[in-house]
Structures are given as C-alpha cells and as structure tokens.
C-alpha cells in the first residue's frame, strides 16, 4: 500500500477547542476518500466510525458485569502512594516523557519563564519524576523563577532531586517535596496565597472522588488572588477506558490499572463543577470532527502526554455522543467485542456527571465560585498506526482556572 512522504508538519498551536469558542480549529487536510487515510500523517475533520456508540457500550457492559469486588476495592484505595512508589521503583524516569509540548498548550508557563517576567512561583503538583519542571526549568530565562514539584510518592520525589538539573539549575530555583494533595495541612515552608500558578497534569484522575474537594480547595488555598491552576487530565471514552478488561473497574469510570494505580475518566461538566459550582458554559455539543495523526510505534497506552504524538492544529466541541472505536481498528483487547454484548435497550452509558457532583460540595476553602473558567475543552484525537493499520481514539480533558 502505498503511502506519501510528505514531511510531518510540527505542531505550532494548542490542541484543545474551548467549549467557549463557536467554531473548531481550522484544519486544511481533508481527508476525501477513506482509502487514503494510510497515506498521511495527519487529516483534519475525519468523522467517527458509525458504529461508536455500540463498541463502547459493548466495552461498559463488559466492564460491569466483572467489577472490582467489593472486598478487594480497599486494598486499591488504602494507601496508593505506595502502589505509585512501586511505579516510580520499576520504572524510573523511563516510563513517561518529558512534556516539552506545555508551552504550546499552556503559553503562561512560557511566560513566567520569560528573563523580564518578574518573582513567580510555579508548582507541579504530582511531579512524577520530573517530565513536566524540567522541561520548563531547561527552558527557563527568569532568575527570578522559583519552582516547587510536589508528589505524594517518595520515590518520585527522589528521582526529581537526584536529576541534575535539580542539584545544580541553570536559571531560577527548584524545590520538590513529598506532599499529598488531599492532605488536611499544606507542603511545609509555603505560605496560603503565594503560588502564581499550579499545574496538574495527570493528576485529578488518580484521586478517589471522594478526595476531589480537599484537592480543590488546597489548590485555591495556595494560589494568590488571580492566580492560575492549568489543568490536564483523561476524558470520557478515551481509548484507555474502553480496553479496560473485566477485574479493573472500581466504579463509574474509576478503574484500577495492572499496577494498581488508579485512573478516572472525566466530563467537562464535572471539571466546570468541580472547580466553579457550575456546569461547563453553553457551547455547541453537536459533533465536530475529529484529526488524524500518526502514532510512533512506541507509543504507550499510559502515557497519556501529547509529547509521545507529534499533531498538526486539532480539537473539537464535545459531541453529544463519544466517540468510539471500530473493532477493526483496534488491537485485540477489543476484537473479542461483538453485537451480542450491547444491551437490547440501547448503548449502555455510565453517568455523566459522578453524584458526588449532584448536590453542592462541602468546601473547606470559601465557597463556589472558587475558580472562574478562562479555558475549558476536550483535545480529541484519533492517532494512526500505519504501520499495523490502527486507528485508535483519544480524548483527553484541558482547562485553565482562574482564583476568583
């Protein structure tokens, strides 16, 4: 089969489409017959495969019918810094990869790093070993950038204080610390008010919602008036929830992964709920298309950063329905799903908003509007194996709040 050699066009712009904006980002490659989808990297305004609603139905009940037992869900939710340890353990600083894409998502950390930007104070809470500070710490110019990587496992805290970018900065300051972000007290040394900016990148989804608040409101109780939370995380139906076998499910797209780490699935309604008291702001929820991009054959399926998939300018609206997967596209985790496993009523769909959301939430930190939405969208994908003639759907949710 024949394919082009056009060179890949590098990303210049953020993937995600604000549920604010009134039109999708503009795309240029069309992509006119199906037969040459293989013969690109990228195609802008590809539609969904017909059969969507009844490959993630058929996913769900799936996942339903061979849940977490209830005597086992304990041992996955007591204590999972320690499952993140033994992560961190055996893979290092190997496993995720640097995320060198935040400045074209989030220009505010490009600008604090900026030589004339001035004393700022930029957290990454749930740093991991590090992808997403060094990055920015690399690429730094401000001397007067003072930088915090907090992270409840221990031995990810370690990795980040043993890279040498930590021990001897080129520009500014770096300062990592073991901190739970549900925790009742703040990371020692810092004061309420003082961050300018907090990032989690990753991070909301390997909380237990009932941890949900007491995250929220450390976030606010650290971030000056004005000050900016940048937001990163899973969305509903990305192709990670959907090849979740039986024995993973927690709850409503709650999982437990094979290393006992633990993964949510967000709605933008959820996000907006969470961080504001109010559904997300009327926007278009008819389907946009979606772009294709290729995958690198070493993409991994938990490395859900956009560093590991090289795009050209995508994103859409939320569709009124999620977009799934055909059974020919995928590997086999999902080519056992067949037509018998839809339910006869209709596509079985988990709830869209987590009923910890459905009544008001017990704040500790003021009350809502804790935070004024400036972004908030789906980054919705689908990547290109042409190599193994795969296409594979993902959706991941971005958001930027402001402290009220």
């Known amino acids: 089969m024949a394919t082009s050699l056009t060179p890949r066009i590098p990303k210049t712009v953020s993937s995600v489409h604000d549920v604010s904006a009134e039109k999708p980002p503009f795309g240029s490659r069309f992509l006119t017959e199906d037969t040459d989808v293989w013969s690109q990297n990228a195609w802008d305004h590809v539609p969904p495969p017909d059969d969507q609603d009844q490959l993630i139905a058929a996913a769900l009940t799936k996942q339903k019918n061979a849940p977490v037992p209830e005597t086992e869900k304990a041992k996955y939710n007591d204590k999972p810094a320690r499952h993140w340890d033994n992560f961190y353990k055996m893979n290092a600083n190997n496993f995720f990869r640097n995320r060198k894409w935040l400045h074209l998502e989030f220009p505010e950390l490009k600008a604090a790093a900026e030589s004339d930007a001035g004393p700022m104070t930029v957290a990454e809470i749930g740093c991991g070993a590090g992808n997403a500070v060094f990055p920015l710490l690399s690429a730094n110019q401000n001397p007067r950038l003072k930088l915090l990587a907090y992270d409840y496992s221990s031995h990810a805290v370690k990795l980040v204080q043993n890279n040498p970018l930590y021990t001897s900065p080129p520009v500014g300051t770096i300062q990592a610390a073991v901190w739970d972000l549900t925790s009742p007290s703040l990371p020692p040394g810092v004061e309420l008010g003082t961050l300018d900016i907090v990032v989690l990148i990753f991070v909301m989804s390997a909380l237990h919602p009932t941890e949900w608040v007491n995250a929220v409101s450390n976030v606010h109780k650290l971030l000056k008036p004005g000050g900016r939370l940048l937001f990163r995380d899973y969305g509903r139906y990305d192709l990670t929830q959907l090849r979740f076998k039986g024995g993973r499910l ?155």
Do not use: C
């Open 250 to 404: 927690l709850d409503d797209n709650f999982y437990i992964r094979g290393d006992k780490t633990r993964v949510y699935f967000f709605e933008l309604d959820e996000l907006a709920l969470l961080f504001t008291g109010h559904p997300a702001p009327a926007a278009l929820r008819e389907h946009r298309p979606v772009q294709v991009i290729e995958e690198h054959d070493d993409l991994s399926d938990a490395d859900a950063t956009p560093s590991a998939i090289p795009v050209t300018a995508i994103s859409t609206h939320e569709p009124s329905k999620p977009v799934g997967l055909s059974t020919s596209e995928v590997d086999s985790s999902l080519a056992d799903f067949s037509s018998a496993d839809v339910l006869p009523q209709g596509p079985l769909k988990t709830g869209a908003i987590h009923p910890i959301l459905s009544e008001p939430l017990p704040l500790k930190e003021g009350s809502h509007p804790l935070f004024a939405i400036e972004q908030l969208g789906v980054d919705r994908r689908l990547i290109v194996n042409r190599k193994r003639q795969l296409k594979m759907y993902r959706v991941w949710m971005q958001g930027k709040f402001r402290k009220a």
